[in-house]
């Protein structure tokens, strides 16, 4: 049976995290690297995820670590710096963009203060966090020819009283995100974790991208990223299993809405979609414009 573009990428372009051990980045890496990490009250992990960083730039991984926190009341702020973080306020940052709306947004403004050429993004609320996390995206931009965005992805197990199911978690990445892509860009079709907000990027593509403000950043950059390099600049990383908060049931039907809001906006845009076909009364989220033509601007 001929494979579909999504199954040969998917399986010349998924690595395993254990290929990309610190010292072989340390070694093989000529470009800069920077971790961010987006974060709102996150006190309970925020100071282990750093720890694991600063071994890291230690080891010679890395260069820079930062955390953008969101007026965070629990005093993640200060515990990630005093586990050896540079903090920002995401409000610091662009303020002339008026206020900060959400993750995507966050990421983005980080962008302006980010020195790194390579850029990781990772969750400031990971539970028992390992240094794998970042060595396991960042292993593939310095190590695998024409790789400019790595994704990567897990098992999430979710609890419900004393039993817990190993791969229950991601409901909005299981019955929204990966059937809507499949539908409607079959090309993305391989892609594990659409949703995950665990990648790395070389920054001049990054700054060149548009940055949906909410819910919608992971989905939309995926897409944009798949349309500014194909799949042949793309690749994923099983990083084996991913721990944090889960969200009520209640609140998936917004997250869902602008996941679905989201490709439609790509589809209009592409004009496979008329404007008033798309979601009344959910609408898809702000948009940021690319950075790299507001520094111009």
């Given at each position: ?17 254990s ?47 930062v ?71 960042i ?24 039993v817990?199911?190993a ?15 499949a ?51 793309m ?15 209640s ?5 869902a ?6 490709i439609a ?33």
């Amino acid at each position: 049976m001929t494979q579909t573009a999504a199954e040969r990428w998917a399986g010349a372009r998924s690595f395993h995290h254990s290929l990309y051990p610190a010292a072989r980045i340390a070694a093989e890496r000529s470009r800069s690297v920077s971790v961010c990490l987006p974060a709102r009250e996150c006190a309970g992990t925020v100071s282990a995820v750093v720890e694991a960083l600063v071994a890291l730039r230690e080891a010679g991984a890395i260069d820079e670590i930062v955390v953008v926190d969101a007026a965070s009341a629990d005093g993640t702020a200060v515990r990630a710096e005093r586990a050896g973080a540079v903090v920002w306020q995401e409000q610091e940052l662009m303020p002339e963009h008026g206020a900060v709306l959400g993750k995507g947004d966050a990421m983005w403004r980080a962008l302006s203060v980010l020195e790194g050429e390579l850029v990781c993004f990772l969750d400031a609320d990971t539970e028992g966090f390992s240094a794998h996390f970042a060595t396991g995206l960042i292993g593939p931009l310095v190590c695998e020819p024409g790789v400019s965005f790595v994704k990567g992805f897990y098992r999430r197990p979710f609890a419900q009283g004393a039993v817990e199911h190993a791969d229950g978690g991601g409901r909005v990445n299981h019955l929204m995100a990966r059937p809507a892509l499949a539908l409607f860009y079959p090309e993305l079709a391989g892609v594990r974790q659409p949703l995950a907000g665990e990648v790395a990027a070389r920054r001049e593509l990054l700054e060149a991208l548009p940055f949906a403000t909410g819910y919608g950043v992971e989905t939309a950059m995926l897409i944009d990223v798949w349309r500014a390099v194909g799949l042949e600049g793309m690749a994923q990383v099983d990083l084996e299993e991913h721990r944090n908060r889960h969200q009520p049931l209640s609140a998936l039907t917004p997250m869902a809405a602008t996941v679905l809001a989201t490709i439609a906006r790509r589809m209009e845009w592409e004009g496979r979609l008329s404007a008033d076909g798309a979601l009344p009364g959910w609408g898809a989220p702000v948009e940021r414009p690319p950075l790299a033509s507001v520094a111009s601007a």
